[in-house]
C-alpha cells in the first residue's frame, strides 16, 4: 500500500479529505442560508468593496502584515529555545507563518499550524517532529492565556454581570497579572509545559493509530538551555499585541464599510468570535465564524444588512490580504536564503579545503 510523507497510508488520507470536504460544505451551506435569510446582495458587496478607500486598505494591510510578523518572530523565538538550533534562512519564519495562515481559510487552523510549520521543521531544518510540533503547542498556549484573560470578562459582559467599563478593567488586571506571574516564575511555567507536551506524547504513543500518523520518535526530552527572562516576557507581549492587532483590523474593517459599531462593545465581544473561529469544526471555520461574527454584530446594534455585509467581506479581504504578504513573504525567502545557504556552503568547502 503507497504511503505518505509521515508514513501514513494513503487510503487514510482519502478518509480525512472526503471528511474535510463534507464539513466544507456544511460551512458552505451556512454562509448561503446566512446570505438567503438575510437577503444580501452580491451587488451591494462589489459597490462597497470597489467604494474603500486606500489608505484603508493599506492601514488594514499593514496590521495584518505586523501580525505575521509578530506570528513568525514569536515562533522563532520557541523554535530556538526548543531546538537549541540558531541558524535558519533568511525569511524561512515569516514564510511559513504566511503559509500556515493562508492554509488556515481552507483547513482545520489546528491541522494548518501544526502540519504545515512541523513539516516545514522537519524536512527543510532535519527538526524533529515531536519538536518541531511543540513548538506549535507553546504557541497555542501563549494564545490560549491572552484569550483566556479577555474571554472570561467578555462572557461576563454579555450575561449581563460586569458593566462595560468595568469588564475591560477585568481583562487588562488579568493580562497584566500573567505578565507579573511571567516574569517571577517564567522557569516553572517552562517546566510544566515541557512536563506537559512529555505526557501528551506519551499518550499519543500508547495508540497505535496516532503513532502511524505521527510516524516519529516519541521520546520529548527538555532542551538543556534555558529561557531567559526578557525572552518570556517577550513571547507573552508578542501574543498580547498579535491579539489586538487583530482586534482593531477588524474594527477599522467596519469603518472602511461605514459600519458604525461601538468600539468598547466591539473590544468585549470579540473575544467569542475568536474563540468560534477556532473551536470551528469546519475548513477554515467558514459558516461557523460567519454567523459567530453575525450574532455579535447584531448583539452590539448593527442591522442584519450591514451583519452580513461584513461578515462575508471580511472573509474575501482577509484571503486576499493573505496572498499578497504570503506572495512577498515567498519572494524574500526564495532570493535572501537561497544565496546565503550557497555562500555558507562555499565557505565551508574553503575551510575543510585549507584544513
Not at 437577503?39 to 502584515?65: A, R
Not at 449581563?160 to 505578565?179: D, E, R
Not at 521520546?219 to 498579535?242: D, R
Not at 468560534?276 to 455579535?296: K, L, M, N, Q
Request: some cysteine.
Amino acid at each position: 500500500m503507497k504511503e505518505g510523507i509521515t508514513g501514513f497510508p494513503m487510503k487514510r488520507y482519502k478518509g480525512i479529505i472526503v471528511k474535510q470536504t463534507i464539513f466544507a460544505l456544511l460551512g458552505i451551506s451556512l454562509v448561503y442560508f446566512l446570505i438567503g435569510v438575510t437577503g444580501f446582495s452580491f451587488k451591494d458587496l462589489f459597490e462597497k468593496c470597489l467604494s474603500i478607500e486606500l489608505n484603508y486598505i493599506l492601514l488594514m494591510l499593514g496590521l495584518t502584515f505586523l501580525t505575521i510578523l509578530l506570528k513568525s518572530s514569536r515562533w522563532s523565538l520557541i523554535v530556538r529555545l526548543l531546538t537549541n538550533k540558531e541558524k535558519f534562512p533568511n525569511g524561512f519564519f515569516f514564510h511559513y507563518t504566511c503559509l500556515s495562515t493562508l492554509i488556515a481559510f481552507f483547513v482545520s487552523q489546528t491541522f494548518s499550524h501544526l502540519g504545515v510549520k512541523t513539516l516545514s521543521l522537519k524536512y527543510k531544518q532535519d527538526i524533529r517532529v515531536i519538536e518541531g510540533s511543540s513548538t506549535v503547542v507553546i504557541e497555542h498556549i501563549l494564545n490560549f492565556l491572552i484569550m483566556l484573560a479577555s474571554a472570561l470578562p467578555s462572557f461576563l459582559f454579555v450575561s449581563k454581570l460586569l458593566p462595560g467599563v468595568l469588564a475591560i478593567s477585568v481583562s487588562f488586571t488579568l493580562i497584566i497579572a500573567i505578565f507579573i506571574v511571567t516574569n517571577n516564575y517564567y522557569h516553572l511555567m517552562l517546566k510544566y509545559a515541557y512536563a506537559t507536551i512529555a505526557v501528551v506524547y506519551t499518550i499519543v504513543g500508547k495508540i497505535p493509530l496516532l503513532r502511524k500518523i505521527a510516524h516519529f520518535e516519541l521520546t520529548f526530552n527538555a532542551p538543556a538551555s534555558e529561557i531567559k527572562k526578557i525572552n518570556a516576557l517577550k513571547l507573552l507581549f508578542f501574543s498580547v499585541i498579535i491579539y489586538y492587532a487583530l482586534l482593531i483590523r477588524y474594527y477599522i474593517y467596519a469603518g472602511a464599510l461605514n459600519i458604525e459599531i461601538p468600539l468598547l462593545q466591539f473590544i468585549l465581544t470579540f473575544p467569542i468570535v475568536y474563540i468560534i473561529s477556532i473551536i470551528g469544526i469546519t475548513p477554515g471555520a467558514i459558516g461557523i465564524a460567519e454567523f459567530g461574527w453575525f450574532g455579535v454584530l447584531l448583539y452590539i446594534g448593527v442591522s442584519k444588512e450591514e451583519a452580513s455585509l461584513f461578515v462575508i467581506s471580511q472573509r474575501i479581504f482577509s484571503v486576499f490580504s493573505m496572498l499578497i504578504i504570503g506572495l512577498f513573504g515567498y519572494i524574500y525567502y526564495l532570493f535572501s536564503s537561497a544565496p546565503l545557504a550557497k555562500n555558507v556552503s562555499v565557505l565551508e568547502e574553503n575551510l575543510n579545503s585549507c584544513s
